[in-house]
């Protein structure tokens, strides 16, 4: 006897695989409960219909910031994304603006390069990043980012937030060199105020308001992007 | 066995390559700003900032092109006139009177918010600018149709 409470919904999911041809989506067939995530929905394609499905995850509450990933357009962390909250059709891509790797596992490695090197606004342990607070990482925000659907020089939110939130407690670092590299037309004054930064992190580290605290301080600093 | 194992297997190259970028948007990669999907009130209207701002840059050089006309003639510009002040037409005055209103009030609203003072209240500014906006430019239509 079937669940009276689980209902078929159809998941259409971004294929991409090296080597394989081009970009596609698959359909899938999936049962789902009040309790289903977008998350469970993936795993019970890739155990049930296809195994070759590359979905990245980790911790499943949140905290990892690994499953990112566009549902219906909108960025979400796929492990609290719940099923019941979306439609009968329910398109699934990758991050935007990220290459992808596979599937919808998107390349993180340009996520941080966004960061600068020479300064460290990610503080480091043995050569492994540490998380800043509030931030995980998950780059739901530079997917979500339209300035960054625009110009791939743009550093985008999440590195701005670790700017200012070491400026906020700088612990001894070199503020100035910070400022330095915040203060360019690709920095700071890239934001161009769409705010869907904060709409989009799921840890509420508000990286549009970060971002505008930065640009005031540089504003009173007079600072102006090098022009 | 000769030769590297790895370079005989079909489509290394292909596997090694990267992997396209995933946009936004419905066509090219610069488009995605202008995906309305998942977007809220600053998504939306900052596309509409911009899709505004590039049509009163267009106007501009139409209109300068427009004035041009002056210099081929008196009844060149008649006609021209005639054609622009029929009612149909005078729709579009409408539409970029609205252009106009939205990119001031909202270049005002992003320059108070992207300069740090009033990051909190973005969404009150926005009510505040249509609700001074939308009168103005019930006022302009009435205008533009002779209304007043």
Redesign the interface.
């Given at each position: 006897m079937s669940d009276p409470e689980t209902e078929t919904r159809m998941l259409r999911v971004y294929r991409f695989k090296r080597g394989d041809g081009g970009e596609h989506f698959d359909e899938f067939e999936v049962p789902t409960g009040p309790r289903t995530t977008v998350l469970d929905a993936l795993r019970w394609i890739q155990l049930n219909r296809d195994p070759s499905l590359a979905v990245r995850h980790s911790c499943l509450h949140a905290s990892c910031g690994t499953c990112g990933v566009q549902v219906d357009g909108h960025e979400e962390l796929a492990c609290v994304c719940a099923m019941r909250d979306q439609g009968q059709e329910v398109t699934v891509e990758p991050l935007a603006n990220l290459p992808i790797l596979t599937d919808l596992v998107v390349d993180m490695d340009e996520f941080f390069a966004r960061f600068p090197d020479e300064h460290p606004i990610i503080r480091r342990s043995e050569g492994e990043y540490v998380r800043l607070e509030d931030c995980i990482e998950c780059g739901l925000c530079l997917s979500a980012c339209p300035v960054a659907a625009t110009s791939r020089h743009y550093v985008g939110p999440a590195a701005l937030v670790a700017a200012q939130r070491l400026l906020e407690e700088p612990r001894g670092a070199d503020c100035e060199a910070v400022v330095d590299w915040a203060d360019r037309p690709e920095a700071a004054w890239g934001c161009h105020v769409g705010l869907e930064c904060t709409r989009a992190c799921p840890a509420d580290a508000i990286p549009a308001e970060r971002i505008m605290a930065l640009r005031h301080r540089l504003t009173l600093d007079g600072k102006d992007g090098g022009s | 066995m000769s030769g590297s194992p790895a370079a005989e297997l079909p489509?290394?190259a292909?596997?090694?390559?990267?992997?396209?970028?995933?946009?936004?948007?419905p066509g090219p990669?610069?488009?995605?700003?202008l995906?309305p999907?998942?977007?809220?009130?600053?998504?939306r209207t900052?596309?509409l900032h911009?899709i505004t701002g590039i049509a009163l840059l267009v106007y501009l050089y139409v209109h300068l092109g427009v004035l041009s006309m002056l210099l081929i003639g008196r009844s060149a510009w008649g006609d021209f006139l005639s054609v622009v002040t029929a009612k149909g037409f005078l729709a579009f005055d409408v539409v970029l009177m609205f252009g106009l209103l939205f990119h001031a009030f909202n270049g005002i609203r992003?320059a108070l918010?992207?300069?740090?003072?009033a990051?909190?209240h973005?969404r009150a500014l926005f009510w505040a600018a249509t609700v001074i906006g939308a009168p103005l430019l019930v006022y302009a239509a009435l205008h533009v149709f002779g209304g007043t």
């Open positions: - | 489509g290394t292909d596997r090694a390559a990267p992997g396209p970028v995933h946009h936004k948007g990669a610069p488009s995605g700003w995906d999907r998942g977007r809220g009130l600053g998504g900052f596309a911009r992003v918010v992207g300069s740090g003072v990051v909190s973005q």
